[in-house]
Every structure is written in C-alpha cells, then in structure tokens.
C-alpha cells in the first residue's frame, strides 16, 4: 500500500517570496508521482508529475518539484509566488502502471501582499 | 464545453433520503472515478470505472453505488444518506486504467449536506 504525508497543512508567504511545500511518501512498490492544484471552488488541476527520467520536472506556471528516491520526497517548489497562487496543493502517488492515486492531505498556501 | 461536469453543484437533504449525482465527460476517456473530500480536504477514491465496467471498489458502504450507463457517464447513487455522508464528492476521467500516463481530470465537486 501507499501514503503520503504532507507536513504543512497551511503555508502563509508573501508575494515574490520563494516557497516550498513538502511531500514524503511511503510504497513498498515504484510509484508515480504527482501534484495536484485545486482552487476555491474548483476541483482538482494536474500541476506536475514524476514517471520516469529526470528527477527535475517543471510546470508551465514555474512550479518544479523533484523525486527524491533516498529521502522518498517529492517537494514542490516555486522561486517567485504570485498571489494567484493562493489554492490548496495536493501530493499524490500511484503504483506504476496503475491509475490508482493515493493523496496527501493537502497544504494550503497563502499568498499575500 | 466542460471537460467533465457533474450536477447538482450543491445538495442538501435530510437523513435517511436516497439520492443522485450525475458525472458526464466529453474528453473520450475510458475511466472514470468517484473521489470523496472530507470536511478535512483528505481526497480518497470510492470507485472506478473502466468502459463501464467496475475495477476499483474501495471500502465503501452498500448504500452507495455506482452506475455506468456508458464510458461517458458515471452516476452516485446513495441510498440512506447519514449525516457521515457529508463531504464533496469528485468525479473525474481519464485514459485507459493501465497506464499512469493520462492525468485525471476532475469536475468541481457536488458538495453533499445530510442535515
């Protein structure tokens, strides 16, 4: 089985401030794994994932976040944030192969002036 | 030209009704999922479909089921609603089950209230 633990539940940042949100996982398996944006009152958006290759993997909106086998960590990052950025961010992992996501309990990143 | 939508947006009953949330997508998809989000935001699958056949049917109680009339439609049905059954309830598609390959693509949540 899978999980995935997401420290922070709220991270509070200024505007152009960098961030970091973290993500650890648990899987006895290889698995994929994601990051999901969801805005207030919207469901769920595809922001990144991880399936193969190059640890790195960046979005088209400058999030980057990077698998990290060792430590099992998948974090997302953002060197500038805007306050459009304001929404909850959720990890997920998958076996391989499999279209079964397992999901974090989600961070919530505020973004403020 | 909604990728995938689900209605009602909003629902409020009673305990003890039975009642339906209704997903569509128009992506051609063959696989389409029911994910609960708690009052906690925690997102965890119910059910999946592939080609209107069922393949993922987690630990969830009878009262719930789901119905497939073809791959593009995926309905909740929930019989005996509890006020436990309060939450949002997301519908969402994707390529074929056997590849992670293809992103899920989710509505915007029917948000449940059993009073």
């Known amino acids: 089985a899978q999980s995935v633990t997401q420290l922070d539940s709220q991270v509070p940042v200024f505007e152009e401030a960098p961030v970091e949100l973290r993500c650890n996982y648990s899987s006895s398996v290889s698995v994929y794994l994601f990051w999901y944006v969801q805005y207030p009152n919207q469901g769920l958006q595809l922001l990144l994932k991880?399936?193969?290759?190059?640890?790195l993997v960046e979005s088209i909106n400058g999030f980057e976040a990077e698998f990290n086998k060792s430590q099992t960590s998948f974090h997302l990052r953002k060197p500038s944030v805007h306050i459009s950025d304001t929404a909850e961010y959720f990890c997920?992992?998958?076996?391989?192969?499999?279209?079964?996501?397992?999901f974090g309990t989600g961070t919530r990143l505020l973004v403020s002036p | 030209d909604t990728a995938v939508s689900q209605t009602p947006k909003y629902l409020v009953t009673q305990m003890g009704n039975d009642k339906s949330i209704k997903c569509e997508q128009n992506l051609g998809h063959d696989t389409m999922y029911w994910y609960k989000q708690d009052s906690k935001k925690f997102l965890k699958i119910m059910f999946s479909?592939?080609?209107?056949?069922?393949?993922i049917n987690e630990t969830v109680p009878n009262r719930f089921s789901p119905k497939s009339p073809d791959k593009a439609h995926l309905n909740l049905h929930i019989n005996s609603l509890e006020l436990g059954d309060s939450a949002v309830y997301f519908c969402?598609?994707?390529?074929?089950?056997?590849?992670?390959?293809?992103?899920?693509?989710f509505g915007n949540g029917t948000r449940l209230t059993v009073t």
């Open positions: 969402a598609s994707s390529q074929a089950a056997g590849t992670a390959y293809s992103p899920l693509h």
């Open positions: 997920a992992v998958s076996p391989t192969g499999f279209q079964k996501l397992v």
């Open positions: 991880y399936l193969s290759g190059s640890t």
């Open positions: 479909y592939n080609n209107k056949e069922l393949i």
